[in-house]
C-alpha cells in the first residue's frame, strides 16, 4: 500500500469475482478463470492495483499479469493472450492516481515496461503512455431477432455458405469433453502449421476448460469420423467470446466455420446473450477484417499501450519476430508443437 492505492492479488481476494461480475467495462478476460488458466499455463501472477481499502467493497482496478522472462524481459501486461483488458475505473482522477502508483511499482521491482491493451479514450490523457500498434475489435449486437441478424450477413459469403455447410451433411458436436478437445486442437496444429506458426500449448486448452467450466464451448463439425472445422467460445454475464477458430484447408469449400458461428450465434440469443465479441484483428488483416465485417459487426479501435516506449527495444522486437517467422517456415512440423510449448510463455 503507498498513498492509499494497494495492491491485490485477484486469485486470493475474495472480492474480484463480485466486482468483475458487476463492474460495467469488465470482460471475461478480468474473470477469475482466464486468470487461473494464464497462471497455470504460463507461470503468470496476476495482480491488481485499487484505491479501495482492504476492508471495503472493490469499486476500481487495473489488472495485471507480471511476465518474468529472460528472453522477452519482465514487465507488466494487461493481458497477456488477451484481446482487450479495459481499466476498471470510473474516471480520469482514478485512473491518474493508480498510473502514478503503478510507476513507482514498475520502477521498485525493475520491470521494463507497462503493456495494456485497450478500446478506452482515458489513455490518450495519460502522457505516461504512448501507442505501440492499433488494431480493430470487432462486436455483433444479437439483440435483434434471429431471422434479422440472419439477413444481415453477406448473402454470397455468409449465408450462402451456411446453406452450402447444412446440405454436406456434416455432423456438429458442442461441449468440453477430451474427444472434442483433442479433435479441436487437432485442426489448431494443422491451422497454425499452414501459417508456419506455432500452436498454443495443449495444455492452454485444457487449463481454460478445467478453470472456466460451462462457460466454455467447443465447437467442431465433423465430416464422417473426420473433424474438419472447430471453434472455441467463452461466455461472460451477456457476451458470448469467439476465441480460437481452426480448420483443415482441404475441406474449406464446406462452410463449416460460417456452420458453426451461425450455431452459436443460435445458442447465444437461445440463452439470452446480448452480443457476440469476434475479438480483435492486425489493420493488415484484411481479409479476417473482412470476413468479421460480413457478419454484420461493428468495429472498434483497439490500442496497444505501453510505457515507457524505447524505440531500439521495438525495432529489436520486431527483428525477433520476423526471425522468428522465417525459423518457422522452416521447421518440421513437430518442431512447431515444441515450439510452442517452450515459445508463449515468453511472448504474452
Known amino acids: 500500500m503507498s498513498d492509499n492505492v494497494w495492491t491485490i492479488h485477484p486469485l486470493s481476494d475474495h472480492r474480484w469475482s463480485e466486482f468483475v461480475e458487476k463492474h460495467a467495462n469488465a470482460s471475461v478476460f478480468h474473470t477469475i478463470g482466464w486468470l487461473t488458466a494464464l497462471r497455470d499455463t504460463y507461470g ?112 454470397d459469403c455468409i449465408r450462402r455458405r451456411i446453406c452450402h455447410a447444412e446440405r454436406q451433411g456434416l455432423t456438429y458436436e458442442e461441449g468440453r469433453n477430451n474427444f472434442l478437445l483433442r479433435s479441436f486442437y487437432s485442426l489448431v496444429v494443422l491451422m497454425r502449421g499452414r501459417k508456419k506458426l506455432p500452436p498454443q500449448p495443449f495444455e492452454w486448452f485444457q487449463h481454460l476448460i478445467a478453470s472456466m467450466g460451462k462457460d466454455v464451448s467447443i465447437r467442431v463439425a465433423f465430416r ?91 525495432s529489436f522486437e520486431r527483428l525477433q519476430m520476423r526471425l522468428a517467422r522465417i525459423v518457422c517456415t522452416y521447421a518440421p512440423h513437430k518442431m512447431l508443437i515444441l515450439a510452442g510449448r517452450l515459445m508463449y510463455r515468453h511472448v504474452g
Not at 522472462?69 to 480520469?92: A, G, I
Not at 464422417?224 to 476465441?243: N, W
Not at 493488415?284 to 524505447?310: C, H, S, Y
Open 224 to 314: 464422417g469420423d473426420r473433424p474438419v472445422a472447430g471453434i472455441l467460445t467463452m461466455d461472460h454475464r451477456k457476451t458470448m467470446y469467439y476465441k480460437y477458430g481452426a480448420s483443415d484447408a482441404q475441406f474449406h469449400h464446406l462452410g463449416a466455420i460460417p456452420m458453426l458461428l451461425w450455431q452459436a450465434i443460435r445458442e447465444a440469443k437461445s440463452a439470452g446473450l446480448v452480443e457476440l465479441d469476434l475479438g480483435r484483428s492486425n489493420v493488415e488483416d484484411r481479409g479476417l477484417i473482412m470476413f468479421k465485417e460480413r457478419w454484420g459487426a461493428r468495429r472498434t479501435q483497439l490500442t496497444l499501450w505501453r510505457n515507457p516506449v524505447d524505440e531500439a527495444s521495438l
Open 44 to 155: 503468470y501472477e496476476p495482480i491488481a492495483i485499487t484505491t479501495s481499502p482492504p476492508s471495503e467493497q472493490l469499486t476500481n482496478a487495473l489488472l495485471f499479469c507480471v511476465v518474468s522472462s529472460w528472453l522477452t524481459r519482465s514487465r507488466l501486461v494487461s493481458l497477456p493472450f488477451t484481446d482487450h483488458c479495459e481499466p476498471l475505473v470510473d474516471n480520469n482522477e482514478q485512473l491518474r492516481t493508480l498510473y502514478g502508483y503503478l510507476e513507482t511499482l514498475r520502477t521498485t521491482r525493475q520491470w521494463t515496461y507497462t503493456e495494456m491493451r485497450t478500446s478506452g479514450a482515458m489513455l490518450d490523457a495519460e502522457e505516461r503512455f504512448k501507442k505501440c500498434a492499433v488494431y480493430h475489435w470487432h462486436r455483433l449486437d444479437l439483440r435483434p431477432d434471429l431471422d434479422t441478424l440472419y439477413k444481415g450477413f453477406h448473402k
